[in-house]
Nanobody, 117 residues
C-alpha cells in the first residue's frame, strides 16, 4: 500500500520558517510529479508548489520568493521550505504524488501549519 507521510508542521509566528517533508513508500518515487497543496476550512484545496519528475517547478503566486520545493529521489522525499510565513499561509498541507501517464494519484494524510500574527 502506497504511503505518503508528511512531517514538519506546527505553530510558528509570522515571519518564521518551517520545513515540511513528505516521505513516500511503495512507489517508484522518481517517476511521479510531487506537489504540496493547502486547504483551509470552507475553501477548496489549492496547489502551493509542484516539482515534476524531471525537476520542473511551479508555485502559486502567493508563495513565490518565500517557499522552495525540492526533492531527493534517493530518499523518496519531497520538501517544502517555507520562509517569511504569513498568517494566510495557515492551513492543512497535503503531499501529493501524481503520474498522469499511468493514472496514479496519491495523497498524504495532511499536516497542520498555523502561523500566528
Amino acid at each position: 500500500q502506497v504511503q505518503l507521510v508528511e512531517s514538519g508542521g506546527g505553530l510558528v509566528q509570522a515571519g518564521g520558517s518551517l520545513r515540511l517533508s513528505c516521505a513516500a513508500s511503495r512507489i517508484i518515487f522518481s517517476i511521479y510529479d510531487m506537489g504540496w497543496y493547502r486547504q483551509v476550512p470552507g475553501k477548496q484545496r489549492e496547489l502551493v508548489a509542484v516539482i515534476s519528475s524531471v525537476g520542473s517547478i511551479n508555485y502559486v503566486d502567493s508563495v513565490k520568493g518565500r517557499f522552495t520545493i525540492s526533492r531527493d529521489n534517493a530518499k523518496n522525499t519531497v520538501y517544502l521550505q517555507m520562509n517569511s510565513l504569513k498568517p494566510e499561509d495557515t492551513g492543512v498541507y497535503y503531499c501529493n504524488a501524481d503520474n498522469r501517464r499511468i493514472a496514479h494519484n496519491y495523497w498524504g494524510q495532511g499536516i497542520q501549519v498555523t502561523v500566528s500574527s
